[in-house]
C-alpha cells in the first residue's frame, strides 16, 4: 500500500514576533517521509535556539522506515539523541537547554502525534477542530487534577510553567496519540507563540477552504496583529487522497526564515 503522506498538502511559516530579538523556533515538513514537526526552544533559558535546531537535526537524520512501528522507534531514538545532546551542553555551559516538541507522524492511512511541552496538534476534521496533544504544563496538570476551573486556568498566572521538555531531564518523557486518517483531515502543528494570542476556534476560521501556505500565512499575520510577544511557527498538513501532493516551496528545514 502506498504511503499516504505522499498526498499531504503542506504549508509552513515562522516569525520572530514583536518582542523578541531572536528565533528560538524551529519546524520541519517532510513529507516524503510522513513527518512534520515544530519545536520552540524554552524562553528564559540560554541557547533555546540551539536547543531546537538540536532536535529537529536530530529528525531531519531519520531515514525511510519499513512499517509504522519503525518509524515511532526510529523518532523515539532520534529525540533520545537529541536529549542526551542538549543534557551535555547544559552541562558544558551550566544551564538548562531545553526544547518542546511536536510531531505528526503518517504510515499508510494512519496518524501519531508525538510531543512533549506546550507545543500544540489540532486536527480538523468536518469543520470541527480538535485539540489531539495535551500541554505538559503546571496549569494543564491542575485542570486534570479539578484543583482549578477553566475560567481559572485562563488566567492563572503560572499557565506556562512547563512540566516535560526535550534536553531538561535524562530520559524525555513523551505523550502519543494516533488513529485512521480520514480525506480532508488537516493537521496544525504549532508553538505556543500561536495559541497564546490565537484561540482554537480562530484557527478553525483562518483555515477555512484555504491552501495550507496560505492558512499558515493567515495565523501568523493575526498573531503579529495581537502583538505576538512570542516567536510564533505554524506548520499545517492537509490530507488529499486522489490529489497531487503540494508543498511550500519556501519551506527551511530548521524553520529559520521569517513568514512574508
Known amino acids: 500500500m502506498p ?22 523556533d524551529s519546524y520541519l515538513t517532510r513529507p516524503e517521509m510522513g513527518m512534520w514537526a515544530v519545536a520552540d526552544g524554552m524562553g528564559g ?4 535556539d540551539v536547543a531546537s535546531r538540536t532536535l529537529i537535526r536530530a529528525l531531519e ?6 512499517s509504522a512501528a519503525a518509524l515511532l522507534d526510529l523518532l523515539e531514538d532520534s529525540i533520545s539523541q537529541a536529549n542526551l545532546r542538549l543534557r551535555e551542553l547544559g552541562r558544558e ?3 538548562v537547554i531545553g526544547t518542546t516538541v511536536a510531531v ?20 480538523v476534521r468536518d ?32 499557565r506556562n510553567g512547563i512540566t516535560r521538555a526535550i534536553g531538561v531531564y535524562d530520559t524525555p518523557e513523551l505523550d502519543m496519540t494516533s488513529g485512521p486518517l480520514s480525506p480532508g483531515d488537516l493537521f496544525v502543528i504549532c508553538s505556543d507563540g500561536l495559541t497564546n494570542h490565537v484561540q482554537a476556534d480562530e484557527i478553525l476560521r483562518c483555515v477555512g477552504n484555504k491552501l495550507s501556505q496560505q492558512a499558515c500565512d493567515a495565523l501568523i499575520a493575526l498573531t503579529l496583529e495581537r502583538g505576538a510577544l512570542d516567536n510564533v511557527t505554524v506548520v ?21 526564515e521569517p513568514a512574508r
Do not use: K
Open 3 to 24: 504511503n499516504a503522506h505522499a498526498i499531504f498538502e503542506t504549508g509552513s511559516a515562522t516569525h520572530v514576533g514583536r518582542v523578541r530579538e531572536r528565533n528560538e
Open 45 to 48: 533559558h540560554s541557547d533555546g
Open 61 to 66: 537524520s531519520i531515514e525511510r522506515p519499513a
Open 93 to 95: 555551559r551550566g544551564d
Open 104 to 123: 505528526l507522524l503518517v504510515f499508510d492511512n494512519y496518524y501519531a502525534c508525538v510531543w512533549s511541552g506546550d507545543s500544540r496538534i489540532y486536527m
Open 127 to 158: 469543520g470541527q477542530i480538535a485539540q489531539l496533544s495535551r500541554d505538559h504544563t503546571e496549569v494543564e496538570d491542575l485542570l486534570a487534577e479539578g484543583s482549578i476551573t477553566v475560567e481559572e486556568a485562563a488566567n492563572w498566572t503560572g
Open 236 to 256: 499545517i498538513a492537509r490530507y488529499q487522497p486522489g490529489h497531487a501532493p503540494r508543498t511550500n516551496s519556501g519551506d527551511a528545514p530548521h524553520g529559520r
